[in-house]
């Protein structure tokens, strides 16, 4: 299924691109898709393309961009024909199914502090609630926020749980949080908002690697409960 697509100028050198208004794997292939048909054609003007859950912004060179441009022909006029074309192109490419990536847990305790309270809000125990989050394969649709952190759509939606109304200044890094029907690793330690319910041993950011992201848009990624035994033995055994 191919989105019909909207746009609006930001600023002088950047154009949003919207492809819907909700969180979908539909919409996320469309997105894949697109970057793919863009990172073909590689246009001199082009300098980065950012991706979100339902949009892109693409920013260009504005002097390079208007070198382009057909007399008469406004920079936005000409940003837009040569969208759409690449847009009326995805659809017909190969699937973008991403790694499928098994991320290891240790639910609730000191490791995951809010989810007695993601249980609570959502009428359920805790061990629903964890059977719940392990159950599900979720996607990652962007990275942002800080270095390595993957916002992912598809985790059960009887266990969301809104964000915390006062974030906390620190959260360790590894955590795993809900926010909304979304879930998350912090990659490191910042001030957050979202409900802890677990962390995992796994590093998501690894600033001396190529790439330093563990994660990228497009994985699929399934959580495995583990003992907090084999989470303090877990690297040793990476």
């Given at each position: 299924m191919t989105h019909t697509?909207?746009?609006?100028?930001?600023?002088?050198?950047?154009?949003?691109?919207?492809?819907?208004?909700?969180?979908?794997p539909s919409i996320h292939e469309n997105i894949q898709q697109f970057i793919q048909k863009f990172q073909v054609t590689q246009p001199e003007w082009l300098v980065e393309i950012v991706p979100a859950y339902t949009s892109i912004c693409v920013h260009f060179d504005l002097l390079?961009?208007?070198?382009?441009?057909?007399?008469?022909?406004?920079?936005?006029?000409?940003?837009?024909?040569?969208?759409?074309?690449?847009?009326?192109n995805i659809g017909k490419s190969n699937s973008t199914d991403g790694r499928l990536i098994e991320v290891p847990v240790v639910y609730g305790g000191a490791f995951g502090p809010d989810l007695s309270y993601v249980a609570q809000y959502n009428g359920m125990?805790?061990?629903?609630?964890?059977r719940l989050h392990t159950s599900s394969e979720c996607l990652v649709h962007m990275l942002g926020f800080s270095p390595g952190f993957a916002f992912m759509g598809g985790m059960n939606p009887t266990i969301g749980t809104p964000r915390k109304e006062i974030p906390r200044l620190a959260i360790p890094a590894g955590s795993v949080g809900i926010a909304g029907e979304q879930t998350g690793v912090y990659p490191v330690e910042t001030p957050g908002g979202w409900q802890i319910i677990g962390r995992t041993p796994q590093p998501f950011f690894m600033p001396n690697q190529l790439p330093p992201t563990y994660l990228q848009a497009g994985d699929r990624i399934r959580f495995v409960a583990i003992s907090e035994e084999e989470f303090s033995t877990w690297g040793a055994k990476s």
């Open positions: 697509i909207s746009f609006q100028p930001l600023g002088d050198s950047a154009l949003f691109i919207r492809f819907g208004d909700e969180i979908s390079k961009v208007a070198s382009c441009t057909y007399y008469g022909q406004s920079i936005t006029e000409f940003l837009e024909q040569y969208i759409q074309e690449i847009h009326q125990t805790e061990e629903e609630v964890i």
